[in-house]
């Protein structure tokens, strides 16, 4: 048998120290479980005054282009539009129809395709032989303005009521969607425009409020071909001997504005209204004479003398060439470049008159004085300003032309029409244009 030992048990059961901590960590977690679901629910709450969806992120509403900063046309019935200032590039790009082209920049025609073209100016690259580089100067800006006119005493209360009205009535018509046929109250106030604002204080209000921006929105609209002559004739008159008027044109950008209407234009009818814009606002005026030049103007008015089959087109044309070379018709001599391509133009218009001259006197315009004294005059004026380029000889030079010299015999010319009209005082003026071409021939 065995023998036991009781053994008393004196051990007591301690507590453990961890369920405190868990206990507090449980707490803590239901806690921040209540406050989240308190704020959620908060947030909801907020959200449904609001009439707001939870977790839709805010909507941005479209940013529509700026339409002032674009050109759009209607071409072929598709709307095309792009950039109302000319971007330019290192490598030659087109200039867009209506397109104001910064200072500074290289511009060149192609004479293949008659295209102008622009970039930056790279000092170390040589012209193409295909195209007419024009340099355009750098002005930081215009001259100042000239003073307005003293407002004319003349003027009834009644004339000035009706050049507003009719004034208010264009402006409003050129911000208006075009209607299927032209409003005869637009005609009507045009017609009578082209008359008010050729008195000197209704055309520099006529600038100052924005009427020629008015006429070019008319002349880019689908009106008739009515509307776009009788706005050309607004601008010519308006332009027509005030300097306030021109000097606000010129700093709208006018002359670039008319240039390039007379590219896009094909109908003689309309092409003789802007001829007569653009020598309103040129002719007499240096600053303008040497934006157009430089511009190519010279260049493209060439082009259009040898392509259009109308008589007094070309005698627009010429006429213009002619008074703008005419010293005694610009108080200042224009700053024009003495480029290749300047030099090029005013070879090319020496010949065009001699020919024109010729042709005038051995054929239907054998009498046509007035005509024969623009182009006598403008050969004359010419050589004046460009000796090099109108030799007014049958020289190596003219060999590119494609019809006969037209300055063979022309001494012999000039004395038969001097000997014509030597007895008659009405044509005192033609004969002094004469004995002006004869000291040079």
Known sequence: MHDYV???NNTERRPSRRRPVILMFLAAICAIGIWLGWSYWDLLQHLRQERLRPLTPPVRPPVAPVADDLICRVVNGLEDCYPKVFVPTHEFQPIREGQQVPKGLHIKIDMDTHVKLAKFVDPQEHSNENAVAIAVPERSSLPSPPPPSKPNPGLSTAVRAEFDEHLQSVLTEATRKIASETPKSLLLSLDRLAELVAETEFGETFARRDGFRSMMQLMDSQHSSKVTKLAALVLGNAF?????????????????????????????????RLVYALSTLVRGDPLAIELFTNHAGIHILAQLYDTTP????????????SDMFNPQMVSAPAQIDDTAGTRHDMHHWCWNMGSSLLAAQQGLGANDVDWKSTLVRGITNVKYMFPKSCSLRCDSSYADMRTPCPFLGLKDVVQAEKSKYAEDPIYSDYLVALKAIEAVV
Do not use: F, Y
């Not at 606000?248 to 092409?271: C, H, K, T, Y």
């Not at 109308?310 to 060439?321: E, Y």
């Open 6 to 8: 009781a053994i008393p």
């Open 240 to 272: 027509q001997n005030n300097p306030v008027a021109k000097h606000r044109a010129l700093e709208q950008g006018m002359l670039d504005e008319l240039v390039n209407r007379i590219q896009a234009e094909s109908a003689p009818a309309v092409l003789n």
């Open 310 to 321: 109308d008589v007094s087109l070309q005698r627009r044309c010429a006429t213009l060439i």
